[in-house]
């Protein structure tokens, strides 16, 4: 399985769409651009060690470790580098498809914090154990072949222009354009069949046949707005750190 990694690119991505976000950016954020570009290239290299065109780290938790570690560790911006490796991070697992489960912000605090007091010199002993520490908080998505919780459905369908209207009677309208269809609508956190899901794609023209494939589009900054919502309190907490 082939493993996406962020690029410098992304992460300044990240970093600026951040600039833009008033939750993200108070208490002194800083200069969307790394204040020594140099130490910012090594500090996203760090995904990328290895020798022979073949990785070091070949597991998204230990490509994620080493991502968060350079940039939070890096120092390479102004300000607000632990804020800017958090949402890099998340953007990252993202971006392979997978979730970040059984998490608390609490957790997510004093994993960054545990990072940025320590003092050891052995980086790749505190990215293992890093990678060890998210190991069993990262899951797979699987998209398009199975249940998908409405929640999951809803966000890809929203990110391939859907409108969804509001509940009525248990059912739910969602538009494409000129393709509508309604789909039962329980609760507001339900799992949808696999054959439904696949009835809404193929109603919506968002299937195979149209180009569409399983996968969510995938949109970095729409990625950053969504965890800067998720994590606004966390964000706080981090500006102070």
């Known amino acids: ?86 949402l890099a991070m998340l953007a990252l697992i993202e ?10 912000e609490d957790e997510l605090y004093e994993m960054a914090r545990n990072v940025a007091a320590d003092e050891r010199r052995d980086a790749d002993l505190a990215t293992q154990e890093l990678a060890i520490w998210l190991s069993p908080r990262i899951r797979r998505k699987v998209l398009g072949d199975t249940n998908m919780a409405y929640r999951d459905l809803k966000e890809v369908l929203e990110k391939a222009g859907c409108q969804f209207e509001s509940p009525s009677q248990n059912y739910v309208k969602i ?8 789909t039962g609508y329980p609760r507001a956190s339900f799992d949808v069949p696999v054959k439904e ?38 964000m706080r907490r981090l500006a102070d750190l």
């Open 95 to 104: 971006r392979n498809r997978c979730f970040l489960v059984n998490t608390t």
């Open 1 to 86: 399985m082939d493993i996406e990694r962020l690029t410098e690119d992304d992460v300044l991505v990240v970093r600026r769409r951040m600039a833009q976000l008033a939750i993200a950016t108070q208490d002194a954020f800083g200069a969307t651009e790394p204040t020594n570009p140099v130490v910012f290239a090594s500090a996203v290299f760090r995904q990328y060690t290895g020798a022979g065109g073949v990785f070091k780290y070949t597991t998204i938790p230990a490509i994620a470790a080493n991502l968060f570690y350079g940039v939070a560790k890096g120092h390479s911006f102004e300000n607000g580098n632990k804020r800017t490796a958090l």
């Open 197 to 234: 899901v696949k009835r809404i794609r193929r109603a919506l023209r968002l299937n195979e046949a149209q180009g569409v494939d399983s996968a969510a589009l995938y949109d970095l900054e729409s990625t950053v707005d969504k965890f800067v919502n998720e994590y606004r309190d966390l």
């Open 175 to 182: 538009k494409n354009r000129n393709w509508v269809v309604k």
